[in-house]
């Protein structure tokens, strides 16, 4: 199982390092393997996260998931994210663009630099929309009920999670152009791409998200249809066609976990300009990186990790949150790269741990025979 999960994985880690080595010796043989590190530390929530969606699409989508979605992944996000970025700032060609990222790196590094705040503004906005509308729901199962009962009762405001993010972005953005201002001017036009890039995330966030979940109460709707038109089928002697919304229901799901993938990528991408500005080394180790993550990914959905630990998912989200609050205060302060890895590995660690001391208390409480409403009261959250 574990193989069969993570063997492409494996393969790509060698021939990425075997590539490193011929590529620049043993310094660049270390330089990816500290950036698939980087990756995989700095995205282990978005592993989290892809599998509580990717569990309700199909073994055909996991699949896609798998190839098409780490092409887009390693490719996309790892290789031509980056020069698109520097092509864009710099008003230059797409293949000025890559001969400035091998032929004159320490501009290129510059230029991506200089892009960074729109960068984080777009993904911290899409990261926090997710962690509010997480957050602002009403579960059933509930880690922190201190934080969260109140937050569901709130969610109930319509709108809230937009206007608490739109106040957000306000507030970076004003505090950027202040910033700016105190320590020089002229950076009015800068502060106004925050606000412009951190309402293109809202959007994207809106509309793929918006579009996701439409597809995925279709899906519903419909599957309880063709279950009711199969028992109906059984009785007549009728076989009923498959039904094709589901493909589509799936496919705007995919897209959703391509943009948060994307989103997830802003911060391994930058960071690591802090340890290499070769953008072949760079693609090769957070690619390596990526392919661990879409792998341990697909491993938690068919290991059924979510459903035995519970509060993994709500760990998943809050490290969410917290990497969109980083990115936004990355606008103007530097924040090391660690300190955004570890906080995710923390609240997820936290979380698993919580989950198996919820799970003890449970078989405790039914070994003692303890009521329904006492196991709920234990199974609800800390």
């Known amino acids: 199982m574990l193989l069969k999960t993570f063997g492409w994985s494996f393969a790509i880690t060698a021939i990425g390092l075997v590539a490193a080595a011929f ?68 008003k230059i060609g797409p293949i000025d663009a890559v001969d400035l990222a091998l032929n004159d790196k320490d501009k290129y590094q510059q230029l991506v630099t200089d892009a960074h705040p729109s960068i984080a503004a777009f993904g911290g906005m899409f990261l926090l929309m997710i962690f509010l509308d997480f957050i602002f729901e009403d579960r059933d199962i509930q880690w922190l009920r201190w934080i969260e009962r109140p937050l569901a009762k709130l969610g109930k405001v319509d709108m809230l999670s937009v206007c608490i993010a739109l106040i957000v ?65 059984e009785r007549t002697g009728k076989k009923k066609p498959a039904v094709v919304l589901a493909g589509q229901a799936a496919f705007f799901m995919f897209l959703y976990l391509e943009v948060l ?40 959905v068919r290991q059924g990790t979510l459903d035995d630990y519970v509060y993994l998912e709500h760990g998943a989200h809050y490290a969410i949150g917290a990497l969109a609050v980083i990115l936004l205060v990355t606008i103007q302060y ?20 919580s989950s198996v001391r919820r799970n003890n208390a449970l078989a405790a409480a039914e070994g003692k025979g303890t009521t329904s409403d006492e196991k709920a009261e234990v199974s609800s959250g800390v």
């Open 169 to 233: 972005l306000l507030i970076s953005s004003f505090t950027f152009a202040v910033h700016a201002h105190q320590h020089g001017g002229g950076h009015a036009d800068k502060a106004q791409t925050v606000l412009i890039s951190g309402i293109a995330g809202l959007i994207t966030y809106m509309v793929v998200g918006g579009l996701s979940g439409y597809f995925e109460d279709r899906l519903e709707e419909e599957e309880e249809r063709t279950h009711e038109e199969e028992e109906e089928a």
């Open 23 to 90: 590529y620049g010796g043993w310094t660049a043989f270390g330089i990816v393997a500290i950036l698939a590190v980087l990756e995989i530390s700095l995205s282990f929530d978005n592993a989290v996260v892809n599998a509580g969606i990717l569990k309700k699409m199909s073994a055909f989508w996991q699949k896609i998931f798998l190839t098409v979605g780490v092409l887009i992944a390693v490719f996309g996000m790892r290789l031509v994210f980056p020069v698109v970025i520097v092509a864009i700032s710099a």
């Open 261 to 300: 993938d994307a989103s997830f990528s802003f911060d391994g991408v930058i960071g690591a300009f802090a340890i290499t500005n070769d953008i072949v080394l760079m693609a090769l180790g957070l690619g390596i990186g990526a392919m661990y993550v879409r792998s341990l990914t697909v491993y938690l």
């Open 334 to 353: 530097q924040i090391n790269e660690v300190i955004t890895g570890l906080v995710g590995v923390v609240l997820i660690g936290w979380s698993f741990w």
